[in-house]
T-cell receptor
Framework: DTAVSQTPKYLVTQMGNDKSIKCEQN?????MYWYKQDSKKFLKIMFS???????INETVPNRFSPKSPDKAHLNLHINSLELGDSAVYFC???????????FGQGTRLTVV | GDSVTQMEGPVTLSEEAFLTINCTYT??????LFWYVQYPGEGLQLLLK?????DKGSNKGFEATYRKETTSFHLEKGSVQVSDSAVYFC???????????FGSGTRLLVRP
């Protein structure tokens, strides 16, 4: 039973398109995150949600819009995709801040 | 702001060799420290953690000790296996922060 699941695993799309990535966790955690991993493997926080409320927006362009319909889901919608958006996007969850985070398998987004 | 510095890789070792991956951090107060591992094509998995000074985290033969005086959390393993080949990330989370701050990752390649 997958703890944090993301869909899709791979996403190839053209510049200018709009796409969404979905994330669900079945751990009962109250905090969820989106991280971006670039081509050099560097990981950086994008968003944090606690009990469906946005806590952190780490200077992400407003083309990126997260949505948390409930504590178990955190989706990421990206408008007007650009080449520089190509990366692996990881969803994660934890119980309260500062506790260990559990990561999904990642979504490899390629913008062509 | 808070930051994590890891030794650059790749680190290439023969099976059964001793492993050290250096990690130092900059943070006020007493952050919690983590090592995560990313196997090829997968998400991040928590390897071990330490939440206060002089704590030793350990798992699967890996160990790391939280050293406040040297602001370090070096990862060690006495005898590596081919299956340990992966990217290792040192990370911290601080106080009431809702994010993990990662080092740049160190790729480990273990040859038979």
């Amino acid at each position: 039973d997958t703890a944090v699941s993301q869909t899709p695993k791979y996403l190839v799309t053209q510049m200018g398109n709009d796409k969404s990535i979905k994330c669900e966790q079945n751990l009962g955690h109250d905090t969820m995150y989106w991280y971006k991993q670039d081509s050099k493997k560097f990981l950086k926080i994008m968003f944090s949600y606690n009990n469906k409320e946005l806590i952190i927006n780490e200077t992400v362009p407003n083309r990126f819009s997260p949505k948390s319909p409930d504590k178990a889901h955190l989706n990421l919608h990206i408008n007007s995709l650009e080449l520089g958006d190509s990366a692996v996007y990881f969803c994660a969850s934890s119980q309260r801040q500062s506790y260990e985070a559990f990561f999904g398998q990642g979504t490899r987004l390629t913008v062509v | 702001g808070d930051s994590v510095t890891q030794m650059e890789g790749p680190v290439t070792l023969s099976e059964e060799a001793f492993l050290t991956i250096n990690c130092t951090y900059t943070a006020t107060g007493y952050p919690s420290l983590f090592w995560y591992v990313q196997y090829p094509g997968e998400g991040l998995q928590l390897l071990l953690k330490a939440t206060k000074a002089d704590d030793k985290g350990s798992n699967k033969g890996f160990e790391a000790t939280y050293r406040k005086e040297t602001t370090s959390f070096h990862l060690e393993k006495g005898s590596v296996q081919v299956s340990d080949s992966a990217v290792y990330f040192c990370a911290l989370t601080h106080g009431s922060s809702y994010k993990l701050i990662f080092g740049s990752g160190t790729r480990l390649l273990v040859r038979p």
